[in-house]
């Protein structure tokens, strides 16, 4: 088992279909910082693990932190991985000590969620019984991804090839926007440190954050000139911010 010290680790997570390979980028670019980037259930190691719903998924967090003695932390999470770990974070786990979100979704007001429930359902029902390339492909084409030219698509696909369709479908169901308590409220309230990163060109995400600021959320909304998945498309200057993040105590400011 790991030994934590006084200096906090920095936890990441990845989005759907992703893996903890897609931060070793950023990682690179962050010597000296002890960084921890997991695999999330039904994904790369993770394929067989299943948990239902986010308070498993919680559960399942505090196990992985534990098993690496990791006592301080700061959270990072990407779309998928930002919803789980603003949900670990509402439940004011011991220990954690800022929390990071890179366009992700706060959650939907209670009338909006059975449709939500419905669209999820759809594609885990793709997922589960189509050809993956085909549902990757149609998957890719969503307009959260606009910013992928055709070369960065068909790499993208190529990248996630590797999943499983049944175990996303799985965690597609269990995870859904449908399903995830709204956290504004708790955005609003808390004295936990939550720096929000969004994309530009991120047109859907980026009007989230901005309207977190404006409802009076209690967060470091930062811009980046980029689309949905910025770690990815700018290992660098996203590792840039999350090495200043984890140096230097959060100031909670609005922009």
Not at 140 to 165: K, S, T
Request: proline content about 6%; overall charge neutral; aromatic content about 6%.
């Amino acid at each position: 088992m790991a030994t934590d010290n006084a200096r906090p680790h920095l936890v990441l997570l990845h989005g759907l279909l992703g893996d903890a390979d897609d931060w070793q980028p950023v990682i690179q670019a962050l010597p000296g910082v002890q960084c921890h980037a997991l695999d999330l259930p039904g994904h790369g190691r993770n394929k067989g693990l299943r948990v239902n719903g986010f308070d498993e998924a919680h559960d399942w967090l505090c196990g992985e932190l534990a098993a690496r003695g990791i006592a301080h932390y700061r959270l990072a999470g990407y779309s998928l991985g930002g919803r789980l770990a603003l949900h670990h974070a509402s439940q004011s786990p011991a220990g954690l000590q800022g929390l990071l979100l890179e366009n992700c979704h706060p959650g939907l007001p209670v009338a909006e969620r059975p449709a939500r429930l419905a669209h999820d359902e759809a594609w885990a029902r793709r997922f589960e019984q189509g050809p993956l390339a085909q549902v990757l492909a149609d998957w890719y084409r969503q307009p959260v991804f606009a910013d992928l030219g055709d070369d960065a698509r068909a790499r993208q696909i190529a990248r996630r090839l590797g999943n499983e369709g049944p175990a996303i479908a799985a965690m597609l169901r269990a995870t859904s926007l449908g399903r995830q308590p709204s956290l504004a409220p708790w955005l609003r309230d808390t004295r936990l440190p939550v720096r929000w990163i969004s994309g530009s060109r991120d047109h859907k995400f980026h009007g989230l954050a901005c309207q977190l600021v404006k409802q009076g959320c209690n967060i470091n909304h930062l811009t980046l000139d980029g689309g949905h998945n910025l770690h990815a498309s700018q290992p660098e200057q996203f590792a840039r911010l999350l090495r200043e993040w984890a140096h230097q105590p959060e100031e909670k400011t609005h922009d």
